[in-house]
Antibody, heavy 119, light 108 residues
C-alpha cells in the first residue's frame, strides 16, 4: 500500500522558516517524481514545486521561487521542502504527491500538513 | 499559465441520481486532464487521467470525457460516499500544473 506521510507543519511568524518532510512507503521512491501541492483556506489546489526521481530537475511555482527549496533523500525514502522568508499568503495545507513522470497526474497524495504564517 | 474553470461551484444531487461536472481550459490541453475527489481532512484521490481513463480501483460509475478545452466528469448513480469536492487538473503544459477551483457535490 502506497503511503505518504507529511510532517513539519506548524505556526511560524512572517519572515520565518520551516522544513516539511514527507516519508514514503509502499513503492519504489527512487523511481518516482514527487511534488508539493498546497491548498490555502477556501482556495484551489496550487502546485508549489516538483523534483525528478534523481533530484536533478526541480521546478518551482513563481510564487515561491527563490524562497522554497525542494530536495529528496532516496536512501531514506523522504521528500523535503525548505521554506524560508515565509509570508501570510503561504498559509495552507501542504501535500506531498507522487507521479510517475514529469508531465503526468498525481497518482497518490498524503494527508497534508498545515502551515500557518502569522504574528 | 493555463487557467482551469469548473462549473457549477456546487451541485446538489439526490443519491442514485446522475451528476455531471464540467471543466474548461483556457487553451488546449489535449487529453492531459485528470479528475480528483477530495473529502474533508484528506488529500485528493485520483479518479480519472488522460481525460477518460479510470485510475486503479475507481468504480465504473465514474467516467470522463472530452479533449482540447472542454471536459466532463459524470457520476452515473451517486452513492453516499461520492459526496465530496471534485477538482480537474491539466498536466499538458507543465510546469506549472494547474487546477480548477473545484465543484462541491452535496446531498439534495
Amino acid at each position: 500500500e502506497v503511503q505518504l506521510l507529511e510532517s513539519g507543519g506548524g505556526l511560524v511568524q512572517p519572515g520565518g522558516s520551516l522544513r516539511l518532510s514527507c516519508e514514503a512507503s509502499g513503492f519504489t521512491f527512487s523511481n518516482s517524481a514527487m511534488s508539493w501541492v498546497r491548498q490555502a483556506p477556501g482556495r484551489r489546489l496550487e502546485w508549489v514545486s516538483g523534483i525528478s526521481s534523481g533530484g536533478g530537475d526541480t521546478p518551482y511555482a513563481d510564487s515561491v521561487k527563490g524562497r522554497f527549496t525542494i530536495s529528496r533523500d532516496n536512501s531514506k525514502n523522504t521528500l523535503y521542502l525548505q521554506m524560508n522568508s515565509l509570508r501570510a499568503e503561504d498559509t495552507a495545507v501542504y501535500y506531498c504527491a507522487k507521479k510517475v513522470a514529469g508531465a503526468a497526474p498525481f497518482d497518490y497524495w498524503g494527508q497534508g500538513t498545515l502551515v500557518t504564517v502569522s504574528s | 499559465e493555463i487557467e482551469m474553470t469548473q462549473s457549477p461551484a456546487t451541485l446538489s444531487v439526490s443519491p442514485g441520481e446522475r451528476a455531471t461536472l464540467s471543466c474548461r481550459a483556457s487553451q488546449s490541453v489535449s487529453s492531459n486532464l485528470a479528475w480528483y475527489q477530495q473529502k474533508p481532512g484528506q488529500g485528493p484521490r485520483l479518479l480519472i487521467y488522460g481525460a477518460s481513463t479510470r485510475a486503479t480501483g475507481i468504480p465504473a460509475r465514474f467516467s470522463g470525457s472530452g479533449s482540447g478545452t472542454e471536459f466532463t466528469l459524470t457520476i452515473s448513480s451517486l452513492q453516499s460516499e461520492d459526496f465530496a469536492v471534485y477538482y480537474c487538473q491539466q498536466y499538458n503544459n507543465w510546469p506549472p500544473s494547474t487546477f480548477g477551483q473545484g465543484t462541491k457535490v452535496d446531498i439534495k
